[in-house]
């Protein structure tokens, strides 16, 4: 199976700062037909998860461009820049390569 | 896009359970759909997807015991969870390949 490791586990922004969340995938992503398969999403508390990034960079609808995916084969990073308190939550990477399907283990972002 | 999750509640572990979810907004028919589930206060667990013309991958932890399945007369999504054990007790979402949650039904097995 793939895994993904993230990190941190948690992380404190003062709003209007940046932060930036790290998941390292066991296997390479990228498909035979270029595409890498990572994505990221959020859950606010007690909500289901969202959709921000798909395909490691693509910003999801509706989602502010505050949020930025990038990486390379097996190393992706979420970036949020200028963070409000809307954002806090937990962030999951996940990985839609190949079954099974994986996800990491979460970095909750709190505001200071 | 709108999923609609129901069927869960509290079971006794070996008794079964059939979730289902409705789905709005979109041509059902047309998209493979995934069940994820979340053991309370756990991440993120994969368990079942079902392609466009109904193709089945379960995860291990749940294959020969749980199934998934579609109706796209009545554009619904179904799992049925046998033999079920305490470690099956999470919110359970159905999502679309595009992104879209529901909003997750709980599934409780305990005696």
Same mark, same amino acid.
């Given at each position: 199976?793939?895994?993904?490791?993230?990190?941190?586990?948690?992380?404190?922004?003062?709003?209007?700062?940046? +932060?930036?969340?790290?998941?390292?995938?066991?296997?390479?992503?990228?498909?035979? *037909?270029?595409?890498?398969?990572? !994505?990221? !999403?959020?859950?606010?508390?007690? *909500?289901?998860?969202?959709?921000?990034? !798909?395909?490691?960079?693509?910003? +999801?609808?509706?989602?502010?461009?505050?949020?930025?995916?990038?990486?390379?084969?097996?190393?992706?990073?979420? *970036?949020?820049? *200028?963070?409000?308190?809307?954002?806090?939550?937990?962030?999951?990477? +996940?990985?839609?390569?190949?079954?099974?399907?994986?996800?990491?283990?979460?970095?909750?972002?709190?505001?200071? | 896009?709108?999923?609609?999750?129901?069927?869960?509640?509290?079971?006794?572990?070996?008794?079964?359970?059939?979730? &289902?979810?409705?789905?709005?907004?979109?041509?059902? @028919?047309?998209?493979?759909?995934?069940?994820?589930?979340?053991?309370?206060?756990?991440?993120?667990?994969?368990?079942?997807? /079902?392609?466009?013309?109904?193709? =089945?991958?379960?995860?291990?932890?749940?294959?020969?015991?749980? =199934? /998934?399945?579609?109706?796209?007369?009545?554009?619904?999504?179904?799992?049925?969870?046998? @033999?079920?054990? @305490?470690?099956?007790?999470?919110?359970?979402?159905?999502?679309?390949? #595009? #992104?879209?949650?529901?909003? #997750?039904?709980?599934?409780?097995? &305990? @005696?």
């Amino acid at each position: 199976d793939i895994v993904l490791t993230q990190a941190p586990l948690s992380v404190s922004v003062t709003p209007g700062e940046s +932060a930036s969340i790290s998941c390292r995938s066991s296997k390479s992503l990228l498909s035979s *037909k270029g595409i890498t398969s990572l !994505y990221w !999403y959020l859950q606010k508390p007690g *909500k289901s998860p969202q959709l921000l990034i !798909y395909r490691m960079s693509n910003l +999801a609808s509706g989602v502010p461009d505050r949020f930025s995916g990038s990486g390379s084969e097996t190393d992706f990073t979420l *970036k949020i820049s *200028k963070v409000e308190t809307e954002d806090v939550g937990v962030y999951y990477c +996940a990985q839609f390569l190949e079954y099974p399907f994986t996800f990491g283990s979460g970095t909750k972002l709190e505001i200071k | 896009v709108q999923l609609v999750e129901s069927g869960g509640g509290l079971v006794q572990p070996g008794k079964s359970l059939k979730l &289902s979810c409705s789905a709005s907004g979109f041509t059902f @028919s047309s998209y493979g759909m995934h069940w994820i589930r979340q053991a309370p206060g756990k991440g993120l667990d994969w368990v079942a997807y /079902i392609s466009s013309s109904s193709g =089945t991958v379960y995860a291990d932890a749940v294959k020969g015991r749980f =199934t /998934i399945s579609r109706d796209n007369a009545k554009n619904t999504l179904y799992l049925q969870l046998n @033999s079920l054990k @305490s470690e099956d007790t999470a919110i359970y979402y159905c999502a679309t390949p #595009g #992104g879209d949650w529901g909003q #997750g039904v709980m599934v409780t097995v &305990s @005696s």
